[in-house]
């Protein structure tokens, strides 16, 4: 994970983790997705009738907004939480929410999971 520089830490912002896709499954209406990296593991999922369950695609980086998370994309007026992301699409209740940016911003998609594990890598 990304560490924060002295100027981030004194604005309050936490970076993103970096993932990348590593395997996609339906099932039962739910879409099932792991996103990794060197220091582990997400296991999500979404509800494939919502606009927000999208399909992270291989070999692309995401950002990983959890509810720690504050970050500032360039240009931008104020920080992205995951707050922001939850009120522009779907929160499920009753467990941790993570959303997943695209690193390369190339484009306003982002998709809305819910949390099912976290595993670290050996």
């Given at each position: 994970?990304?560490?924060?520089?002295?100027?981030?830490?004194?604005?309050?912002?936490?970076?993103?983790?970096?993932?990348?896709?590593?395997?996609v499954?339906?099932?039962?209406?739910?879409?099932?997705?792991?996103v990794?990296?060197?220091?582990?593991?997400?296991?999500?999922?979404?509800?494939?009738?919502?606009?927000?369950?999208?399909?992270?695609?291989?070999?692309?980086?995401?950002?990983?907004?959890?509810?720690?998370?504050?970050?500032?994309?360039?240009?931008?007026?104020c920080?992205?939480?995951?707050?922001?992301?939850?009120?522009?699409?779907?929160?499920?209740?009753?467990?941790?929410?993570?959303?997943?940016?695209?690193?390369?911003?190339?484009?306003?998609?982002f998709?809305?999971?819910?949390?099912?594990?976290?595993?670290k890598?050996p």
């Amino acid at each position: 994970m990304a560490q924060p520089s002295p100027q981030q830490q004194a604005e309050g912002l936490i970076p993103p983790e970096v993932v990348r896709s590593e395997e996609v499954r339906i099932k039962d209406g739910a879409k099932l997705v792991t996103v990794g990296n060197a220091h582990g593991r997400y296991h999500l999922w979404c509800n494939i009738k919502t606009e927000s369950c999208i399909t992270p695609m291989p070999a692309k980086d995401y950002l990983v907004f959890a509810s720690t998370t504050r970050w500032q994309f360039p240009g931008a007026p104020c920080c992205a939480t995951l707050l922001l992301f939850e009120a522009l699409s779907v929160t499920y209740n009753n467990q941790e929410n993570i959303a997943l940016v695209p690193a390369d911003r190339s484009s306003a998609e982002f998709g809305m999971y819910g949390l099912n594990s976290w595993e670290k890598k050996p």
